[in-house]
């Protein structure tokens, strides 16, 4: 997460905290972060999606290389989930044994710190998948 200001941060909070997307009415299709259209059919007629909490990995990779307020939680795993409907990249954390990190294992998601803002004290926590192995 790249750094934000508070005010902007305190905007965006419920689609971080709760991975808010929309399904589209007309094709069925969810999509993730919301848009005010649905980006497959072009159709506006659109609700809310909460994807479930557990979903499947599909796939990983490891970081060694950040951006300096990162440089404290490296390497940085990071997977592509399948959540209900939804396919979604997020940080992976709890990692002890990279040999079991394998597709198709089950994930949950869980609130973990993100980074600190050193100039505000601000510390920003996010939604992490962390492996049931
Ligand atoms: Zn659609």
Known sequence: MAKLSIPIFWRVR??????????????????????????????????????PKKGKLLVWTKLYETCDDRSAYRPIYIGLLQLGELRVVLPLTDIHDEGKLKPGIDVELVLRRYIEDGDTGLIYYGLKARPIF
């Open 14 to 51: 419920k689609h971080l905290y709760t991975l808010e997307g929309r399904k589209c009415l007309e094709c069925g299709r969810a999509h993730f972060p919301p848009k005010n259209s649905c980006p497959y059919c072009g159709s506006t007629k659109l609700v809310e999606y909460y994807p």
